[in-house]
Each structure stands twice: as C-alpha cells, then as structure tokens.
C-alpha cells in the first residue's frame, strides 16, 4: 500500500518534465519564474544561445568594447552579469550578481553598457522552438 501511494505520488512528476528525443538522447528543458522580470525563463535547454559575431569570441568582443572609466584602469576583480537572450537573439535585462542599481561601479557599468550594445545571439532552442534562456557570465579582470 505505502509503495502503491509513493508511485502514484511520483506519477504527477512524469508530466511536468518535458523531453525531446533526438538521436537518441533524452534533453530536459527547465524552466523558472524570474520574479524581478515578471515572466518565465529557461536555465536549461536542448541547445544554448550562442555569441557569434563574424569570427569574434564572445571574450573578444567585450575586451575590444570595454573601455574602462579613467579612475578604474589598474582594476582587478571579477563581475558575475546575468541576462537573458531572448527569442530573438537580444541580450538583454542585464545586472550583476548580487547588486542593486544604487550599488554599482563605474565598471560594472561600463561591462553592462556593453552587454546592452551587443549584436544578435543565436538564440537557445527547446523543443525546437527559440525560447528566452538566463545566461551567467562571470568576467575576471
């Protein structure tokens, strides 16, 4: 009786996953209520979003568009940005990590004016469908 109710405790779990076979393999897309954006994102999808911009990295493209303000040029650190690609490819709903507007750098906001200039991302694919996706990228100076 206890394991006939564990089962059909654990039956209701089985429809909220959503999967994709593909070649065989099994992806699971995860999805979240962002509460500071007011909308549902994706953490976890079949295919990523991807920075291309002509033969440039994404790493290159933020060292050749940063610029740092002139009292922060001996700068060394980290910054941990969190935005989201959405359907379309835009980066975009850009901020750092565990900071609030009122508490920014001039760096970190130099690093998410460049975000927010940035071209077109390919955008993240679930279920074969172009999906917002939340994106971390720590950067290290």
Known sequence: MRVALIILGLIPL???CKTQKSGGATFNCVQVY???LQQHVYTTVDK????????ISLHKYFTNHFHY???????QGSINL???VDEYGKAKYGRILNKDSASLTLVDKEALRVLNNM???TAGLCNGK???VRMYWPIRF
């Open 14 to 16: 089985g429809y909220g």
């Open 34 to 36: 962002d509460s500071s």
């Open 48 to 55: 990523m979003p991807v920075f291309e911009k002509a033969d």
């Open 69 to 75: 303000p002139n009292d922060q040029e001996a700068f």
């Open 82 to 84: 969190v935005f989201i």
């Open 119 to 121: 071209p077109l991302w």
């Open 130 to 132: 172009k999906v917002p």
